[in-house]
């Protein structure tokens, strides 16, 4: 779903407030993930080590989110898909084994510490790319 000029859709309208948001995300949750392993990896390890895979999936979502193109959508398409299964994931064991979360993650709690924008941020992600999709035979003139 380009135009003619090959403007990136999913750039243009909400598509910017989700890109910049996981901007903040990998910003966030990266350079926590580093001073928490570099400091203290021993405390949570597995915290520690979620976090900075979380960064890493924001990395690749907002890349690939402002990259015009199919193979981009689908990237995007499984980078926001790999988070929403991430942080339902690590959200609801941290709920159910708070002992193997000493510390926090960006997920834990399905992202109460960052006022639950981890949750919703997959949310909203997985909707710009459905209304943005790739059209298939679009471009057939009649």
Same mark, same amino acid.
């Given at each position: 779903?380009?135009?003619?000029?090959?403007?990136? =859709?999913?750039?243009?309208?909400?598509?910017? %407030?989700?890109?910049?948001?996981?901007?903040?995300?990998?910003?966030?949750?990266?350079?926590?993930?580093?001073?928490?392993?570099?400091?203290?990896?021993?405390?949570?390890?597995?915290?520690?080590?979620?976090?900075?895979?979380?960064?890493?999936?924001?990395?690749?979502?907002?890349?690939?989110?402002?990259?015009?193109?199919?193979?981009?959508?689908?990237?995007?398409?499984?980078?926001?898909?790999?988070?929403?299964?991430?942080?339902?994931?690590?959200?609801?064991?941290?709920?159910?084994?708070?002992?193997?979360?000493?510390?926090?993650?960006?997920?834990?709690?399905?992202?109460?510490?960052?006022?639950?924008?981890?949750?919703?941020? =997959?949310?909203?992600? %997985?909707?710009? %790319?459905?209304?943005?999709?790739?059209?298939?035979?679009?471009?057939?003139?009649?």
């Amino acid at each position: 779903m380009t135009d003619a000029e090959g403007i990136n =859709p999913r750039t243009s309208g909400p598509g910017r %407030l989700i890109i910049a948001l996981y901007a903040v995300f990998v910003v966030g949750s990266l350079s926590r993930a580093a001073v928490q392993i570099a400091s203290r990896f021993d405390e949570a390890p597995l915290a520690y080590t979620l976090s900075a895979v979380a960064g890493v999936v924001y990395v690749v979502a907002a890349v690939s989110l402002s990259i015009r193109g199919p193979r981009a959508w689908w990237v995007s398409l499984v980078a926001i898909s790999t988070e929403l299964l991430g942080v339902l994931t690590v959200g609801l064991w941290s709920v159910l084994d708070p002992a193997a979360f000493p510390d926090a993650t960006v997920w834990s709690g399905f992202g109460r510490g960052y006022l639950y924008i981890p949750l919703v941020l =997959p949310v909203l992600g %997985l909707w710009w %790319l459905w209304r943005t999709r790739p059209m298939r035979g679009a471009a057939v003139a009649s």
